[in-house]
């Protein structure tokens, strides 16, 4: 068995979780049933005579198919370190280890390369790259990296980086929001009130997370438009050290009311301190990084 093959066939790791992406927040049913703690999946070990399956093991992947969970499977594996900068990548080899076609590791190659993870040139073959070369703001990367051995990185990185976004976001925002938009936050905040009464976590947390995409979204910035993602990203792996997003109760509620409050009667500076109080960090509550969300 060769190198790669065995590092892949040991090292791969499965996700779950429960959170939904941007896109995925029309419904917010309040009656639903509780949601469960989120588990972590094992890990792979090299025991299971099945391991190279990946139709059964990444139930977390990102996108369908067998070539949305091979890209899982080798960016995790990739970001955590498992497969280092300059390794080759053989797709006969992943091909054979992971039961999928060439067509299917071929995509999966050029979705990695477009993230910056691994670079294809003739005669060289494919190869892993450094971290100076990964995007960073790619949303399947800030994921990898928050469940993966960096994790205390990113958590630092994305709280720094959020901090420096959203305030800022927040007071470009105030009094330029369509009217249909600053209803839809007002809706937000009113979900996330009553997903709060019914300690319906999953709930009050998708309404954040679209409340906060929303929010960067009517900045009138373009440029921070697209970060709103990366925000997204955030919420959802809870990638920071702890703060008012990350502490659903009475006192973050109304903090995310004020700002829209404030998004309302055009006070931007209101809009932003509001944030900056949202976003402050609570160092005496200490998070256990959750497993991955499901896509």
Same mark, same amino acid.
């Given at each position: 068995?060769?190198?790669?093959?065995?590092?892949?066939?040991?090292?791969?790791?499965?996700?779950?979780?429960?959170?939904?992406?941007?896109?995925?927040?029309?419904?917010?049913?309040?009656?639903?049933? #509780?949601?469960? %703690? @989120?588990?972590?999946? +094992?890990?792979?070990? $090299?025991?299971?005579? *099945?391991?190279? =399956?990946?139709?059964? /093991?990444?139930?977390?992947?990102?996108?369908?198919?067998?070539?949305?969970?091979?890209?899982?499977?080798?960016?995790?594996?990739?970001?955590?370190?498992? #497969?280092?900068? %300059? @390794?080759?990548?053989? +797709?006969?080899?992943? $091909?054979?280890?992971? *039961?999928?076609? =060439?067509?299917?590791? /071929?995509?999966?190659?050029?979705?990695?390369?477009?993230?910056?993870?691994?670079?294809?040139?003739?005669?060289?073959?494919?190869?892993?790259?450094?971290?100076?070369?990964?995007?960073?703001?790619?949303?399947?990367?800030?994921?990898?990296?928050?469940?993966?051995?960096? =994790?205390?990185?990113? /958590?630092?990185?994305?709280?720094?980086?959020?901090?420096?976004?959203?305030?800022?976001?927040?007071?470009?925002?105030?009094?330029?929001?369509?009217?249909?938009?600053?209803?839809?936050?007002?809706?937000?905040?009113?979900?996330?009130?009553?997903?709060?009464?019914?300690?319906?976590?999953?709930?009050?947390?998708?309404?954040?997370?679209?409340?906060?995409?929303?929010?960067?979204?009517?900045?009138?910035?373009?440029?921070?438009?697209?970060?709103?993602?990366?925000?997204?990203?955030?919420?959802?792996?809870?990638?920071?050290?702890?703060?008012?997003?990350?502490?659903?109760?009475?006192?973050?509620?109304?903090?995310?009311?004020?700002?829209?409050?404030?998004?309302?009667?055009?006070?931007?500076?209101?809009?932003?301190?509001?944030?900056?109080?949202?976003?402050?960090?609570?160092?005496?509550?200490?998070?256990?990084?959750?497993?991955?969300?499901?896509?």
């Amino acid at each position: 068995m060769s190198t790669l093959a065995h590092t892949m066939m040991t090292a791969a790791r499965s996700t779950d979780s429960g959170l939904a992406g941007p896109g995925e927040l029309d419904r917010y049913p309040y009656a639903e049933a #509780l949601v469960t %703690d @989120r588990v972590g999946a +094992p890990a792979w070990d $090299g025991g299971d005579p *099945e391991l190279g =399956r990946v139709g059964r /093991r990444a139930s977390g992947s990102r996108g369908r198919g067998l070539h949305g969970q091979l890209v899982q499977q080798l960016g995790q594996m990739i970001v955590s370190g498992d #497969l280092g900068a %300059d @390794r080759p990548l053989v +797709p006969e080899e992943i $091909g054979q280890r992971f *039961e999928v076609s =060439r067509t299917v590791v /071929r995509e999966s190659l050029r979705v990695l390369e477009a993230k910056g993870l691994v670079s294809a040139r003739p005669n060289v073959g494919t190869r892993v790259r450094p971290v100076s070369d990964w995007n960073l703001l790619d949303p399947d990367i800030i994921e990898w990296r928050a469940f993966g051995p960096q =994790r205390d990185d990113q /958590r630092r990185e994305l709280s720094e980086l959020r901090w420096t976004i959203e305030p800022l976001a927040a007071r470009l925002a105030a009094g330029h929001g369509r009217e249909e938009v600053q209803q839809r936050l007002c809706d937000m905040v009113e979900i996330m009130s009553h997903a709060l009464a019914q300690g319906d976590a999953l709930t009050y947390s998708r309404a954040d997370t679209e409340f906060h995409a929303l929010l960067i979204q009517i900045a009138g910035n373009r440029m921070l438009e697209h970060l709103s993602g990366i925000v997204s990203a955030a919420l959802q792996v809870s990638g920071g050290p702890v703060t008012g997003c990350d502490r659903p109760n009475e006192a973050s509620l109304a903090q995310h009311a004020r700002i829209v409050d404030a998004l309302g009667t055009g006070d931007g500076t209101a809009a932003e301190t509001a944030m900056r109080q949202l976003l402050t960090v609570h160092p005496e509550v200490e998070r256990v990084v959750p497993a991955p969300r499901e896509h």
